[in-house]
């Protein structure tokens, strides 16, 4: 694991590859050779720095819904197709599991 520096765009550009891949942040930066730490303290120091960003959300603002759309299976209506998805939030994480047939 090398010390690199980044200026704010790398920064910008790495946390865009890390939110489109798919995997966890912690699992992204293991495969990346990036330490967690580092990533997630950048995150939050580059996250105060935006206009409206930094400030502890209103309780309207926390209360909403994010839809998640589980990746379209290419060619397969296999009924034993499994989706998980995994969210972390410190250190709780929870997993939930969805077949194809109910997503249709």
């Not at 990036?34 to 206009?51: C, E, Q, V, W």
């Amino acid at each position: 694991m090398g010390t690199e520096r980044r200026n704010k765009k790398q920064w910008e550009s790495l946390f865009h590859e890390m939110d489109q891949s798919g995997v966890s942040r912690r699992k992204w930066c293991e495969d990346n050779d990036i330490n967690y730490h580092t990533m997630s303290r950048m995150r939050t120091r580059m996250a105060k720095d935006l206009p409206g960003k930094g400030s502890k959300p209103s309780l309207e603002e926390s209360r909403s819904w994010v839809r998640i759309a589980p990746p379209s299976p290419k060619g397969t209506q296999d009924p034993s197709l499994v989706y998980t998805l995994t969210i972390e939030v410190g250190p709780v994480q929870m997993s939930i599991q969805v077949s194809h047939d109910l997503l249709r």
